[in-house]
């Protein structure tokens, strides 16, 4: 049971362009949400989170958008650097046990120069 | 250090042996998560320490895996009897609280069964 799913598995983007990640979850108890990028060899690194009680947190040039009726979240990074290419991996906590995450597949962004 | 440090960083054993990975979470950090990662998947919640007690095991496959946190800082996951479907990298996290609080996470140990 996928309660958290990235259904796009490669974008691939113009360097200056807009990149727009997707994340769909299916458990309503679900109210914290985060955005972690990961490079080869090393662990996920914490880039931006969002409460439910909002619907936009921005930071810099990332921000992530929330729908709770939608049950879908999205991250755009504005302009697209060739640094910016990893995977991305949204994950959601809450409910029962708010210590836990549940990540989705990930996305590999690639960032062509 | 003033990041998550897991060891060792790769462990090649064989099937049926016993393995420890250990992690030393980011001084002061209460809360300490377990993950599995295998190829092309997102990390899988293995099990959460509050201080020194596992506040939530339930993604523990089997009982095989046990984990401790004796002192309330470094944790050691422990896997018994190992299968070659433990293969994966195994992640430790940190954070200074939980419920809406970002995890910071070890650059993993990626564990091989022969």
């Known amino acids: 049971d996928q309660q958290v799913k990235q259904n796009s598995p490669s974008l691939s983007v113009q360097e200056g362009r807009i990149s727009i990640l997707n994340c769909d979850y299916t458990n309503s108890m679900f109210d914290y949400f985060l955005w972690y990028k990961k490079y080869p060899a090393e662990g996920p690194t914490f880039l931006i989170s969002?409460?439910?009680?909002?619907d936009k947190n921005e930071d810099g040039r990332f921000t992530v958008f929330l729908n709770k009726s939608a049950k879908h979240l999205s991250l755009h990074i504005v302009p697209s650097q060739p640094g910016d290419s990893a995977v991305y991996f949204c994950?959601?906590?809450?409910?029962?046990?708010?210590?836990?995450?549940?990540f989705g597949q990930g996305t590999i962004l690639t960032v062509h120069p | 250090g003033a990041g998550v440090s897991q060891t060792p960083s790769n462990k090649v054993t064989e099937k049926g042996k016993y393995v420890e990975l250990r992690c030393d979470p980011i001084s002061g950090h209460t809360a300490l998560y377990w993950y599995r990662q295998s190829l092309g998947q997102g990390p899988e919640f293995l099990i959460y320490f509050q201080g020194t007690g596992a506040a939530d095991d339930s993604g523990l496959p089997n009982d095989r895996f046990f984990a401790v946190r004796p002192e309330g800082s470094v944790s050691t996951l422990k896997i018994q009897r190992t299968e070659r479907g433990d293969s994966a990298v195994y992640l430790c996290?940190?954070?200074?609280?939980?419920?809406?609080?970002?995890?910071?996470f070890g650059q993993g140990t990626r564990l091989t069964v022969v």
């Open positions: 969002i409460s439910s009680i909002k």
């Open positions: 994950a959601a906590s809450g409910g029962t046990s708010y210590g836990k995450l549940t």
């Open positions: 996290a940190s954070s200074a609280g939980t419920g809406g609080t970002e995890a910071f």
